[in-house]
């Protein structure tokens, strides 16, 4: 048990919809990073948000948004959805940027499936 | 285009013994190191970090960064089947924002 959850945990979404996948970190946590992860890949950083600022993006193109809100949860939004974009989205959760060994946790993640 | 390059595997290795795994990283500009473990159908935990050249041990798991070669490597001693999961590497500069970029996975398999 992280203390960091997701949700909702499966989606099923059309080509072209938008979506927002939701993520509470735990109390304290700063710091909140997106990975999207392919199977059998390995996960690809999409962004971090440092107290409420992204403080950092991955390759994603702008249709990728996110937001942090001052209750520790945040969301990540991806527009017009394309076939790609079935993944796996995880969330992190860590008091600083820097993750470290017994302080950043993972979400259950949710998994998206475009058709 | 930052590449982490990391063997799929499996690699398999008997309980009891050391279990090795690599990853090469493109960007001679890293400056920070993660070893991640994935278990089946679970999401990552980060079990390992280092950020200078030479060896730092933590239980039965040792990290090596040799940044010359641009190498790093988990070195897992007294392996148990527990230990069957899939290592990821990740690389990232550092500096206020903290960007990684991840390998594919090694899978570990430890059989009894």
């Known amino acids: ?115 | 285009q930052k590449e982490v390059e990391q063997n799929s595997g499996p690699l398999s290795v008997p309980e009891g013994a050391i279990a090795s795994l690599n990853c090469t990283y493109s960007d001679r500009g890293s400056q920070s190191f993660f070893w991640y473990r994935q278990y089946s159908g679970k999401s990552p935990e980060l079990i390992m970090f280092i950020y200078s050249n030479g060896d730092k041990e933590d239980g039965r798991f040792t990290a090596q960064l040799n940044k010359a070669s641009q190498y790093v490597s988990l070195l897992i001693r007294d392996s148990q089947p527990s230990d069957s999961a899939t290592y990821l590497c990740a690389v990232a500069t550092s500096g206020g924002s903290y960007i990684p970029t991840f390998g594919r996975g090694t899978s570990l398999i430890v059989h009894p």
Do not use: M
């Not at chain 1, 080509?15 to 939701?22: A, C, S």
């Not at chain 1, 600022?53 to 991955?58: A, I, K, L, T, Y």
């Not at chain 1, 702008?62 to 949860?73: A, E």
């Open chain 1, 1 to 115: 048990e992280t203390g960091v959850t997701q949700s909702p945990t499966h989606l099923i979404k059309t080509r072209g919809q938008q979506v927002t996948l939701r993520c509470s970190s735990q109390s304290g946590h700063n710091t909140v990073s997106w990975y999207q992860q392919a199977l059998g890949q390995g996960p690809q950083f999409i962004f971090q948000y440092y107290r409420e600022e992204e403080n950092g993006r991955g390759n994603f193109p702008p249709r990728f948004s996110g937001l942090q809100f001052p209750n520790y949860s945040s969301e990540l939004n991806v527009n017009a959805l394309e076939l790609d974009d079935s993944a796996l989205y995880l969330c992190a959760s860590s008091p600083d940027p820097a993750p470290s060994t017994d302080t950043q946790y993972f979400g259950p993640g949710t998994r998206l499936t475009v058709l």
